[in-house]
C-alpha cells in the first residue's frame, strides 16, 4: 500500500531507531515520491482591498509532491499555473490577476514553492513549514504554518492545512496598490495520492 510519505515515515522510523530491519518495499515507497490527489486538494489565496473587502482566489491547476529524503525527512514542491488562476465571483478580476499588472501570466507562468527538509511529523503535529518561495521571478524564503492534523494519516484521512502570508511588494507584484492592500495570504488544502485501502 503507497501512503502519505509522512504517514510511512513516522511510522516506520521508530523501527529505524530500534535497529529493526526496514522491509524492502517500505523503503521503495518511501524513496517514491507521492503527488497531490488533484480531486481533494485545493491550493487558495486572498487579497483585502482598501475597504475592507475580500477577494479570494485559487489555483485550479498544480502540479507537486512529498519526497523522502535519504535521512528520513521530507521535502514538499508546489508548482501553481498562474495562467489557470480563478478568482470568486468574477471573471474579470481572474483576468486582472492574470495580468501584467498582477502575476503576469504570459511572463511568469509559474508559482514554485520548495520547502527545507522537516521531520515526517510535521504533517501530524503542525508547526512551521520554511521553503523557497518563487513567484513572478523573484525568490524569497517564506514561512508557512502547518495546522495539527484531525486524523492519524493526514494527507489521506484528512487534509494538511497550510496558511501564511507574504508581501506582494517583495516579489514585484505592484499593481493595483491603490485598491490592494499589500498582503496576500495563501491556504493550502492537501490531499495525497494512495493506492491502498
Partial sequence: MVV???????????????GTAIPAHVLAQLAAPVGFDPLHTRFGFELRTRWG???QGHFPQHDGAVHTLPDGRLQVRIVLSTAAVEVEDSDRYARLARGERFFDAAHHPLIEFVSEPHVAG??????????????????RMETFTVLPATCARPGIDC????HGEV??????LDGWRLALTDT???????RLLDDGP
Fill in 4 to 18: 502519505a510519505a509522512a504517514w510511512v515515515a513516522s511510522a516506520v522510523m521508530p523501527a529505524a531507531v530500534a
Fill in 53 to 55: 473587502q475580500r477577494v
Fill in 122 to 139: 510535521l504533517a501530524h503535529d503542525g508547526g512551521r513549514l520554511r521553503g523557497r518561495l518563487t513567484m513572478h521571478g523573484t525568490s
Fill in 159 to 162: 487534509d494538511v492545512v497550510v
Fill in 167 to 172: 508581501s506582494r511588494g517583495d516579489y514585484g
Fill in 184 to 190: 496576500v495570504r495563501f491556504d493550502m488544502r492537501v
